[in-house]
Structure formats: structure tokens, C-alpha cells
């Protein structure tokens, strides 16, 4: 039982990750970036092949190049390339596509990665994927299989406070009013001296750094890695985490991340199953198109909405005050 | 060379079940100003519709026309008893993605739990070969291309010669225009989604068809395709969207022959990413700029 | 293009005869040249060109459909012109866009829906502020210590312009929840965070109240007042007199006319223009 839950600690630790980066690019300024699974994706895979060593290592598992490097360097080199790949893609799609492309090319982005990936075998070993990869320490801590699990959502906690610190920094300061000043009013932004490609592209390059380390955490949990897990309806569903947690709110959105992305998608998966595993994924789909349709329809700002930012009158002390108590309780980012 | 000439052939049925979906989608999306990402589930249900037709012994042309029947109703019912009340609520462009996408994830995974994982296939009589040079068809591809054209023709009359095709037209390329056309906009949005619908339900049946096989995540791939084949023609450019479909499916037929069946699609979206590098707006964009919309 | 060819000797083709442009007597702060913004075969805005003086206001005015609005948003980048020059502060600014003219100085207010909507009325104000510590991603991640004081003093400055626009009270209230008249008035409040030295005013007052339209007559004249360089495109023509010392009249996508309100009132080609515009 340890078991169960130290694993879905562990997911739900990644999803609020990815879901805090996404919510920077949706929630804060309203790119739709439909391709956010490829850049989890292109995290996994980094810290797959600098963990996994050369590449002439094993003979079951073939990928074009490999490298056998200590923790934390695949997670910390997972963020640089999700970063360079927010920045190919955002230069190819933000600053020439109208908004309505966007959306579309990002989500035929994401599903070219995934074609790729799974045409060449000799790439990250095609359809079937990577498999075995090493978990950090695990060979020189000699712990038991649920001390290893503590230590590792220990590790992932790590990450979660550094990303937190990012975002809530972000979150807080002038740049961030920038970022939604964009999410509200693009036309209006540029007017009062924003460069709002630039602006998208920041997130894209910044969002996608966050999802490829949540991508690396993930992967060096499970130890497995192929395209099936990352296809783009995957998106869909951090998509989900972040409007019914309350976009633009990062204790909203951890709590959206939780309950979709841990009890809802991995949680009935690691209980026991009742019935045809099918039907229960696809009951679990449907549930999830449900509830996007519900909190849209009823509530769309998420069940923790976006917070007021108000400025104390005593500006000298220079803090926000702090507009409702529930936002004490779950955004900090005001006590700066 | 040959093989080139032959898979050629390939591509144009592929353009042809590829025209009416992309033709339905763009119509729909200039039309609305929804971007429609449940389309795709929604070919699938058509698609498993005409099966169920078959299955009780209906020929299968008169199945797809059914099927084609059962898209339109739904899309209508759809628009009017769930996008219509999101709209309403002033849920915004990005807002009415998230719900299509909602409901792409309830219809495709419906269709799994009514029809499961596993694919199946129309009953169809004997299927013969007709070769015309290189390029061989059997007797449903040539059905297929031929039911590709008339909805080409059909669209065309459609758009150019009812009153409310050029409303629909006008709409899609000026919305201030089309307020003076004096067909209201309840109306005009209706009849969009109804020849999606439509469109988008006789296309899954021909692509059941042409594949031989009817699988629930079908649909959703082919939209892909079909996104590249509307954006490649500039979003809302009905004639656009026909030529986005050739190229489309002829690129991915022949892309198959030279670079291998995996590669296809990545070269297909290969050239529509340039394309888009190149002409932002798409191949047909010129007569939405000259109207100062793009 | 062609005309000059067959005028001039192909070596001097380069250099396109200068069209007549609407001077005037002191710094230009901005010259428009030959400015024309063809949308396919419509020609919504025809070679116009004049200049506005540092310091004075002007407006552009014209019945519905002359070309004001495309030409003031050609001005401030947000179209980009087909050909003609924008020389604002001794740079050509033409077919660049508009966070560039907005960084050069040259603020564009809406004409509709210019508002962060779900951003409260300090929020909106605060975005325009240029070159803060704070925007950077840097910046921002050094946290509240390095950008904290900046901000507080620009949260200062906010409030004594929001208290200048009779908005004070309104500093919390996101912006989507304030009257028409009230939105305009922050978009004129977050134009001057921007530090500008030039506004240009798409339609301030309209469908405005009558008392609210007052008070944004008298803020903008103020700002005049103040020195700043004010052009705006405005239907009502009573305020356009008081507040402008020099109207330009376009139809049709040219420009007509141009001088004081009062005297083109009673020209005849003002007149037939506003008639044969309705």
C-alpha cells in the first residue's frame, strides 16, 4: 500500500510540474500550446539517453546516441533542451501564424514529434521505446523499494519547490503582469510598448524547459519511455488539471494536477482493476471530457480562481495585500 | 517511375475522401469562428453508423449516404444544444477549443465502448480492378473519387449559387458583410455545421472504405491531415481547402513510395510547415487579405 | 511608380518626386508622407501627409468610412502602410510595429475594447510603464528585492494620474467591470505611464456620456496644456474645436482639407464630403 501511494505521490508531484508550466503559457498568457506533451516528452527522452550510457551498451534497445552522466545533469540538461525546442518551436509558429493557426500547427507539432520518434528505430528506438533506464543512486543507496520511492519524491519535491520558485517569481512581478496583460488584450499590449512574439516565445522557451524536466522526472521513475505514453490527447488532459484547478492561480492549478492527474488518470490505474482495463480507460476519458465541459460551462475560472492583485496603500512596505483568505491559504506569492 | 505514376493514384483517392473534410471543416471554422477539434471523433461515429448499416444488410453506398444523413443531425444537435449555450456564455475563441476538445474525448471514447479496440470492416461485394495505365483502382476507390467530385461540384453550386451559400461564403470572408445579407447569423451557423456534419460523416465513411477497416481512434488521425489540408489552403478558403486536399493526399501517397510508408506524414507536415514559413495565411490567403480580414 | 518613369531618367527613379505636404510653422514632431494603406483593390487610406507640431493637438476627422481610423492605426504600426513614410522623432517608423512606435513614444489608444479586462485598473496602468526592472525574465526572477522599490514609486505615480482622471477609488475594480467612458479614461491613464511624448486617440469619446465625454475633453486638454502632442480622430466636432488647434478633413481615403475648425466649417468641400460620406 506504501507502494501505491509513495507512486502516485510521485505522479502527482510531476503533474503539478507540467501543470505549472503550462498554466504559464495558458493560464498566464494564453498560448495555446497544444503541442506541451512533446516538450514532457523531449525531457523524458534527454534524460533517458544521458542516463542509459552509450548507445553500443545494450543490444536490445537501439538510439542514436548515449551518454552514462550523475544526477542532477540529464534532469538539469531535460530543461535546456525542452528551453531550445520551446524556442525552435515558438520561432516557427508565434511570430509569422495568426492565433487560430497557432493552435492548429502546435497540435500537428505534436503529433509530427510522435511520427518521428516512432519511424526510426534507430532514433530512441522507434514505436516500441526506451526501456531499463538507470535511476539515480539506486545502484549506491541500497535501500528498500519503498525507501528508494521516498528518496525519489524526495528528489521530485526538490524540483517541485525549484519550479515553484520560477513561476511564483514570474507570477509576482511586473513581467507577470505583462504576461497576462498579452493573455488579455495582444492588440492592446503592443500599444504600451510590448513585444508580444517576444513575450510568447519567453513562455514557450520557459514553459517548455519546466515540462521537459517534469518529462525527466518521470522518466527516470518509471524507467520507460515510447511514444504511446506521450500521444497528444495527454495535453488534453493537463489541460484539464489546469482549468478545473483555476487558471492563473498556482495553488489552483496544484490542485487541479492532484485530482485529475493523480486520483483520476493514475490513480484508478495503479488500483485494482474492476472489470475490462478498456472500458475503464475509456470511462476515465469520457469522465475527464465530462468535467472539462462542467467547470467551462459552470465554472470557468477552476475551482480556485485567478486572484485580484491589489497594492497595499502603504506602498513603501511594498507587498501585496492579500484580496481573499482562501488565497492565503494557497498562493503565497504575494508575500514576497 | 511507375510505381510513382501508380501511387499517384493512391493520392487522389486520398484527396478525395480528404476534399470533403477539409471543405466541411474550413466552411465551418470561417463560418463559426469554432476550430473544430471533435471532427475527427465525429467521421469516426459516422463511420461506425454505416457499419451498423451494413450489419443490418444495407448496401454499403446507401449506408454511406446515411451515415452522411446521421453527421449532419448530430452536428446540428451539437452546435444547438451545447456550443450554441457555450457561446452564450461568451466563452472565448480559446475557451470553444477546450470544449471541442471535451468533446472530441466523450464521442471517440464512446465509440470505443460501444464498438471496442478492435477494428471492423464494411461488408462489401466483390470489388474488381479497373487499371488505367500505371494507376489501378478497384471499383469502391473509383466510387470513392467519383463521390470526391461531386461533392467538389456540389460545394461549389452550393457557395455560388444559393442565397444562403453566399451567405455562408460571405460570412466566412467578412462578418460585417455578411450583417447586411439579411439571412439571420442563427441560421447561417446552423447550415455550417450542418454540412460539416454532413461532410464530415460521408468522408468517414469513404475513408473506411478506402482503408478497410474502421477503428475508433480513425478519425482522430485523419484530422491531422485534414487540419493540413484546410491551413494549407488558408483557414476559410473553401477552394483553398480543395487544393489543400490534392496536395495533401497526393504528397502522402507519393512521399510513401520515395521515403517509406513511416515517413509519410512527416514529410507531408514537413511542407506544410514550410508553406507556412513561406505564406503565413496559407496558398489561398491572397483574396482574404484583399479584403483586409487576414 | 510609372508615371515617374516615363517623367525622370531611370538613374534618378530611386529618389519619388516629394508630394505636397501639410507643413507647419514649428517642430514637427511627427511628418506623415505620402501615406497609403490599399487592402487588395480597396484603398482605404490615399496618400495623405501632413505634420503635427510638438506640442499642439490635432484632429483627423472625415465621414464614416474616409479612412481615419486605418490611417491612425497605420500610424501607430498596428497596419502596416502599403507605402509612405512615418517619421516620428526624426526616425521613419513606417511598417514597423507598434510596440516599436509605442517604444519610439508615440502611445495609440482603442477605439473599442483597448481595456485588460480581467486586469484591475492599477494593473492596466502599471503594464504600460516602459524599461522596468521587473519585465525582464531576469529581472523578475531576482524577486521582489531587486524590483520592488521601482514599482512601488510607479504604483505612486499611477495613483496621482489615476487621481488626475477622478479614478482613484476605482484603482481595484478589474476594468471589465468599469462603464465605457470609464475604460477610455484608463486607456488615456495607462497611455501617459508610458512616459509618451505623442498620443494617438482613436475615437475618446464616443459612445461616451455626455458628462463622462466632458471629463475626457478636459483631461485631454490638460494634457495639451501640459505640452504633450495629442491626434485624435473624433466625430463630435464641438469637441474636436476646443480641443484642437489645427483639423485635418479626409474623405474617401484623402485628405481635404486641413486649419482651423472654424474655418472649415463653412468650406464647401468639408461640407460635401460629411454630406455625400452619409
Redesign the interface.
Known amino acids: 500500500m506504501a507502494y501505491y501511494v509513495l507512486t502516485l505521490a510521485v505522479y502527482v508531484v510531476v503533474g503539478i510540474i507540467a501543470c505549472w508550466g503550462l498554466n504559464l503559457q495558458f493560464g498566464d498568457t494564453?498560448v495555446?500550446n497544444f503541442a506541451y506533451i512533446l516538450f514532457v516528452a523531449a525531457g523524458a527522452y534527454t534524460a533517458s539517453i544521458l542516463s542509459l550510457g552509450h548507445p553500443n551498451a545494450s543490444s536490445y534497445q537501439h538510439y542514436f546516441w548515449g551518454a552514462h552522466l550523475p544526477w542532477p545533469i540529464p534532469w538539469l540538461a531535460a530543461a535546456v533542451v525542452g528551453g531550445l525546442l520551446g524556442l525552435l518551436v515558438g520561432l516557427?509558429v508565434l511570430r509569422?501564424?495568426?492565433?487560430?493557426?497557432q493552435?492548429?500547427?502546435l497540435?500537428?507539432?505534436s503529433?509530427?514529434g510522435s511520427?518521428?520518434v516512432?519511424?526510426?528505430p534507430g532514433f530512441l528506438n522507434g514505436g516500441v521505446g526506451l526501456a531499463l533506464i538507470p535511476q539515480p543512486f539506486k545502484g549506491v543507496l541500497h535501500l528498500s523499494q519503498v525507501g528508494y520511492e521516498v528518496f525519489y519524491l524526495a528528489l521530485a519535491v526538490l524540483a517541485a519547490v525549484a519550479v515553484f520558485e520560477v513561476v511564483r517569481r514570474i507570477n509576482a512581478s511586473p513581467l507577470g503582469r505583462v504576461l497576462r496583460a498579452v493573455r488579455e488584450n495582444e492588440a492592446a499590449a503592443a500599444a504600451v510598448g510590448h513585444n508580444v512574439a517576444a513575450v510568447k516565445l519567453l513562455v514557450m522557451v520557459i514553459g517548455g524547459a519546466i515540462a521537459a524536466l517534469a518529462g525527466a522526472i518521470e522518466v527516470q521513475f518509471i524507467a520507460a519511455w515510447a511514444p504511446a505514453g506521450w500521444d497528444y490527447?495527454e495535453t488534453?488532459g493537463l489541460?484539464?488539471a489546469v482549468?478545473v484547478g483555476g487558471r492563473g492561480n498556482l495553488g489552483g492549478v496544484a490542485l487541479g494536477a492532484l485530482l485529475v492527474q493523480g486520483l483520476f488518470l493514475e490513480g484508478t490505474v495503479l488500483l485494482p482493476n474492476i472489470g475490462n482495463p478498456?472500458?475503464i480507460?475509456?470511462?476515465q476519458?469520457?469522465s475527464?471530457?465530462?468535467?472539462?465541459?462542467i467547470f467551462?460551462?459552470f465554472r470557468?475560472q477552476g475551482v480556485l480562481p485567478e486572484r485580484r492583485r491589489t497594492y497595499s496603500s502603504d506602498i513603501t512596505t511594498g507587498r501585496n495585500r492579500l484580496a481573499s483568505p482562501l488565497a492565503a491559504l494557497t498562493n503565497r506569492s504575494a508575500r514576497g | 517511375m511507375n510505381s510513382l505514376i501508380s501511387s499517384l493514384g493512391f493520392g487522389i483517392v486520398t484527396a478525395s475522401i480528404l476534399l470533403p473534410a477539409a471543405v466541411g471543416f474550413t466552411l465551418q471554422?470561417s463560418a463559426t469562428g469554432v476550430?473544430n477539434?471533435a471532427f475527427g471523433a465525429q467521421m469516426t461515429f459516422a463511420a461506425y453508423i454505416a457499419f451498423i448499416c451494413t450489419q443490418a444488410g444495407l448496401n454499403i453506398w446507401l449506408a454511406l449516404l446515411l451515415a452522411g444523413v446521421f453527421g449532419a443531425v448530430f452536428s446540428a444537435l451539437l452546435n444547438r444544444f451545447?456550443l450554441t449555450?457555450?457561446a452564450r456564455?461568451g466563452?472565448t475563441?480559446?475557451?470553444m477549443?477546450?470544449?471541442t476538445?471535451?468533446?472530441?474525448?466523450?464521442i471517440?471514447?464512446?465509440v470505443?465502448?460501444i464498438w471496442?479496440?478492435m477494428s471492423v470492416n464494411y461488408k462489401m461485394t466483390g470489388t474488381g480492378v479497373v487499371h488505367l495505365g500505371a494507376m489501378s483502382f478497384t471499383h469502391s476507390q473509383l466510387v470513392v473519387m467519383a463521390i470526391g467530385l461531386v461533392i467538389a461540384v456540389a460545394t461549389h453550386s452550393l457557395l455560388k449559387y444559393t442565397r444562403i451559400g453566399k451567405a455562408i461564403r460571405a460570412v466566412a470572408s467578412n462578418t460585417e458583410l455578411a450583417r447586411s445579407s439579411g439571412i439571420p447569423a442563427q441560421r447561417i451557423t446552423d447550415t455550417a455545421w450542418l454540412i460539416s456534419g454532413l461532410m464530415g460523416g460521408v468522408a468517414g465513411v469513404m475513408l473506411g472504405i478506402s482503408l478497410s477497416s474502421v477503428s475508433y481512434t480513425m478519425g482522430d488521425t485523419f484530422l491531422?491531415e485534414i487540419?493540413?489540408a484546410?491551413?494549407l489552403g488558408g483557414?476559410g478558403q473553401v477552394y483553398g481547402a480543395m487544393l489543400g486536399a490534392l496536395a495533401i493526399g497526393v504528397l502522402l501517397e507519393e512521399s510513401a513510395i520515395v521515403l517509406?510508408g513511416?515517413?509519410a506524414?512527416?514529410s507531408a507536415?514537413?511542407v506544410?510547415?514550410l508553406v507556412?514559413?513561406v505564406r503565413?495565411?496559407g496558398i489561398m490567403a491572397?483574396a482574404a487579405?484583399?479584403?483586409?480580414i487576414? | 511608380m510609372a508615371e515617374q518613369l516615363t517623367e525622370t531618367p531611370a538613374k534618378s527613379t530611386a529618389v519619388p518626386a516629394e508630394p505636397e505636404v501639410d507643413r507647419v510653422a514649428g517642430p514637427a514632431i511627427l511628418r506623415v508622407v505620402d501615406l497609403k494603406v490599399h487592402?487588395?483593390?480597396?484603398r482605404?487610406v490615399d496618400g495623405v501627409s501632413f505634420e503635427v507640431e510638438t506640442g499642439t493637438a490635432v484632429g483627423l476627422i472625415g465621414p464614416n468610412g474616409a479612412g481615419k481610423s486605418t490611417a491612425l492605426k497605420a500610424i501607430g504600426g498596428e497596419t502596416s502602410p502599403t507605402s509612405g513614410q512615418v517619421v516620428f522623432d526624426g526616425t521613419d517608423l513606417a511598417g514597423r510595429p507598434s510596440h516599436v512606435a509605442a517604444r519610439a513614444g508615440m502611445i495609440r489608444t482603442f477605439q473599442l475594447g483597448g481595456e485588460f479586462a480581467r486586469l484591475t485598473v492599477m494593473e492596466n496602468l502599471l503594464v504600460a510603464v516602459p524599461r522596468q526592472r521587473g519585465k525582464s525574465i531576469w529581472g523578475a526572477l531576482g524577486g521582489r528585492k531587486w524590483w520592488g522599490a521601482e514599482d512601488a514609486a510607479e504604483v505612486r505615480r499611477a495613483r496621482e494620474i489615476l487621481a488626475r482622471l477622478e479614478l482613484r477609488d476605482k484603482e481595484n475594480e478589474y476594468a471589465s467591470d468599469l462603464s465605457g467612458g470609464q475604460r477610455k479614461l484608463v486607456e488615456i491613464g495607462r497611455a501617459l505611464m508610458a512616459r509618451p511624448k505623442m498620443l494617438l486617440l482613436d475615437e475618446p469619446m464616443a459612445g461616451v456620456n455626455r458628462s463622462l465625454a466632458r471629463h475626457i475633453e478636459a483631461a485631454l486638454s490638460a494634457l495639451r496644456d501640459d505640452g504633450l502632442t495629442l491626434l485624435l480622430v473624433e466625430h463630435e466636432l464641438g469637441s474636436v474645436e476646443r480641443l484642437c488647434d489645427r483639423v485635418l478633413v479626409m474623405a474617401q481615403g484623402r485628405q481635404i482639407a486641413s486649419g482651423h475648425m472654424g474655418q472649415l466649417r463653412s468650406r464647401q468641400e468639408v461640407l460635401d464630403a460629411y454630406l455625400g460620406g452619409r
Open positions: 494564453g495555446l516557427l509569422r501564424l495568426r492565433g487560430d493557426y493552435a492548429m500547427v497540435l500537428v507539432v503529433i509530427m511520427y518521428i516512432s519511424a526510426d490527447t488534453f489541460f484539464a482549468i478498456a472500458l480507460g475509456a470511462i476519458w469520457m475527464l471530457g465530462a468535467l472539462i465541459l467551462l460551462y470557468p | 471554422f476550430l477539434i451545447l449555450p457555450f456564455r466563452t475563441f480559446f475557451g477549443v477546450v470544449v476538445i471535451a468533446l472530441a474525448l466523450l471517440e471514447y464512446l470505443e465502448i471496442g479496440t491531422i487540419i493540413a484546410a491551413v483557414v517509406g513511416a515517413y506524414p512527416i507536415f514537413a506544410l510547415i507556412l514559413l503565413p495565411t491572397g487579405e484583399a479584403k483586409g487576414a | 487592402f487588395g483593390a480597396v482605404a
